[in-house]
T-cell receptor, first 113, second 111 residues
Framework: DTEVTQTPKHLVMGMTNKKSLKCEQH?????MYWYKQKAKKPPELMFV???????INESVPSRFSPECPNSSLLNLHLHALQPEDSALYLC????????????FGQGTRLTVV | TQLLEQSPQFLSIQEGENLTVYCNSS?????LQWYRQEPGEGPVLLVT?????EVKKLKRLTFQFGDARKDSSLHITAAQPGDTGLYLC???????????FGAGTRLTVKP
């Protein structure tokens, strides 16, 4: 099983809304990632969690707040977003270590209006 | 400057032709991955290369990892329209969980 499940698949939110993106994996992976992907661009790293602790934050604005409540779950809390934050948000997981590959979810297509 | 330089960024070829996509860096990688992504979907893993000089084959796709573990290539033989998509290389810099992507190669194979 190499499945990473992301919900919702699509989300439309206003600039004053608060919403959360969810990601779940049951592969026992202890590294989990959030990426942002704009149209016709590659995924850009936002956050990395290792052993449920935030290990990398790529200078992401505070309106994006990640949370890793346990080794299977990863959330991304959204508040006061801007229209330019509209993008495909991808979650991934991998075993720890440099020689390991990451597996991706299907993504959440976020539109901020 | 991107950590992984991928080229070409766009490629349009006829069915049956061969092609090669390159992924280069000045950094040493513990491993490099190749992914394929369809519009609106997440990247799907094609292969991971770990050992310098390694060659892996997946049907008509051949992947190579450079001896110094700084570069990789993807060669497709006799391309088919079903190969159309975005191909992405990605890697973790040595001893790190930080995985970065190249700019991607958007391949179109015309029937």
């Amino acid at each position: 099983d190499t499945e990473v499940t992301q919900t919702p698949k699509h989300l439309v939110m206003g600039m004053t809304n608060k919403k959360s993106l969810k990601c779940e994996q049951h592969m026992g992976h202890r590294a989990m990632y959030w990426y942002k992907q704009k149209a016709k661009k590659p995924p850009e790293l936002m956050f990395v969690y290792s052993y449920e602790k935030l290990s990398i934050n790529e200078s992401v604005p505070s309106r994006f707040s990640p949370e890793c409540p346990n080794s299977s779950l990863l959330n991304l809390h959204l508040h006061a977003l801007q229209p330019e934050d509209s993008a495909l948000y991808l979650c991934a997981s991998s075993p720890l270590g440099g020689s390991t590959e990451a597996f991706f979810g299907q993504g959440t297509r976020l539109t901020v209006v | 400057t991107q950590l992984l330089e991928q080229s070409p960024q766009f490629l349009s070829i006829q069915e049956g032709e061969n092609l090669t996509v390159y992924c280069n860096s000045s950094s040493v990688f513990s491993s490099l991955q190749w992914y394929r992504q369809e519009p609106g979907e997440g990247p799907v893993l094609l292969v991971t290369v770990v050992t310098g000089g390694e060659v892996k084959k997946l049907k008509r796709l051949t992947f190579q990892f450079g001896d110094a573990r700084k570069d990789s290539s993807l060669h497709i033989t006799a391309a088919q329209p079903g190969d159309t998509g975005l191909y992405l290389c990605a890697g973790k810099v040595y001893n790190n969980n930080d995985m970065r992507f190249g700019a991607g190669t958007r391949l179109t194979v015309k029937p």
